[in-house]
């Protein structure tokens, strides 16, 4: 089978409606979401999205909270470095 789309990729299915900057954006966030993510539990590359916000490793059979789109959003990093920070401020300070 050909390749059917040269430019716009998973949103081809769009056509020519809602605009190419709304589509390229779509585009982004379509393929994050379908993109298969690495689990921290086993290691595999196997995570993939059940709902929005829910994601399941295939091999393992965990099920992590994340992100609508994808697996970690970056205000969840952001808070994770600070809580980090600050456990090991109050370790040494103990």
């Given at each position: 089978m ?5 430019k ?87």
């Open positions: 050909g390749k059917r789309t040269k716009v990729g998973i949103t081809g299915k769009y056509g020519t409606r809602y605009g190419s900057t709304l589509r390229k954006l779509l585009r982004k966030i379509e393929i994050s979401q379908h993109s298969t993510y690495r689990c921290a539990f086993c290691g595999k590359d196997s995570i993939k999205r059940t709902c929005a916000g829910i994601w399941t490793c295939k091999s393992c059979k965990k099920t992590i909270a994340g992100g609508a789109y994808t697996l970690s959003t970056a205000s969840a990093i952001t808070v994770r470095s600070t809580i980090g920070r600050l456990r090991k401020i109050a370790q040494e300070a103990a």
